[in-house]
């Protein structure tokens, strides 16, 4: 079992910045593909941005240049990070911090407890 933490979530003004944590401890794979998605009320979960144990991004569309995912791998200390600048009002969600890691073939999918993120306008 893997558990998540997340924290850094609140309420900012356009324009302004958040920087969200997550801390994952338990049963962490050697690779891993750790990341955030977000919710906003009445939409499905969508993805935000990943990143690999190698450091390998992805990014959704209406984030990029304005948010950066980054981990760290020390040991004991699975931590993805998500910088958040310019935000906007759109961006007002609760934000899950999600780990994937696979045992053979089988994928397995862990998610924190979520945090919300409000930008007024």
């Known amino acids: 079992q893997v558990q998540l933490v997340e924290t850094g979530g609140g309420l900012v003004q356009a324009g302004g910045s958040l920087r969200l944590s997550c801390a994952a401890s338990?049963?962490?794979?050697?690779?891993?593909?750790m990341g955030w998605y977000h919710q906003a009320p009445g939409k499905q979960r969508e993805l935000v941005a990943t990143?690999?144990?190698?450091?390998?991004?992805?990014?959704a569309d209406s984030v990029k240049g304005r948010f950066t995912i980054s981990r760290d791998n020390a040991k004991n200390k699975n931590t993805v990070y998500l910088q958040m600048n310019s935000l906007q009002p759109e961006d007002t969600a609760v934000y899950y911090c999600?780990?994937?890691?696979?045992?053979?073939?089988?994928?397995?999918?862990?998610w924190g407890q979520g945090t919300q993120v409000t930008v007024s306008s």
């Open positions: 999600n780990i994937r890691q696979w045992v053979g073939i089988r994928e397995y999918d862990y």
């Open positions: 990143i690999t144990t190698g450091g390998g991004t992805n990014y």
């Open positions: 338990g049963s962490i794979s050697t690779f891993n593909v």
